[in-house]
């Protein structure tokens, strides 16, 4: 059974960090990219980063420099760091694990976490 375990979440003020943890079990978390998503009330779930199965990054443009995605695959862990949080970062943020095998794509997400961005 696939699961995807976020934490760190919470309510920090404008300008504050956050780090984001996903503990990953039931999968090859090596032969995954790794994401994080998140969606805010009333709006689409959006991609925030990603890292490949060899370390290769992309970040939205609204989070390039704040932001950084990182993996741990000795720990089955991938993490966001978030660095001067914005209001507008205030989101559930999703835990994405995909890999392509055999033709057919394999995609598992967790439950979330809230961040909340507010003084």
């Known amino acids: 059974q696939v699961q995807l375990v976020e934490s760190g979440g919470g309510l920090v003020q404008p300008g504050g960090s956050l780090r984001l943890s996903c503990a990953a079990s039931?999968?090859?978390?090596?032969?995954?990219?790794m994401g994080w998503y998140r969606q805010a009330p009333g709006k689409q779930r959006e991609l925030v980063a990603v890292i490949t199965t060899i370390g290769s990054t992309n970040y939205a443009d609204s989070v390039k420099v704040r932001f950084t995605i990182s993996r741990d695959n000795a720990k089955n862990t991938v993490y966001l760091q978030m660095n001067s949080l914005k209001p507008e970062d205030t989101a559930v943020y999703y835990c994405?694990?995909?890999?392509?095998?055999?033709?057919?794509?394999?995609?598992?997400w967790g439950q979330g976490t809230q961040v909340t961005v507010s003084t």
């Open positions: 039931g999968i090859i978390f090596s032969l995954n990219d």
């Open positions: 994405n694990a995909k890999r392509n095998r055999l033709g057919f794509w394999y995609d598992y």
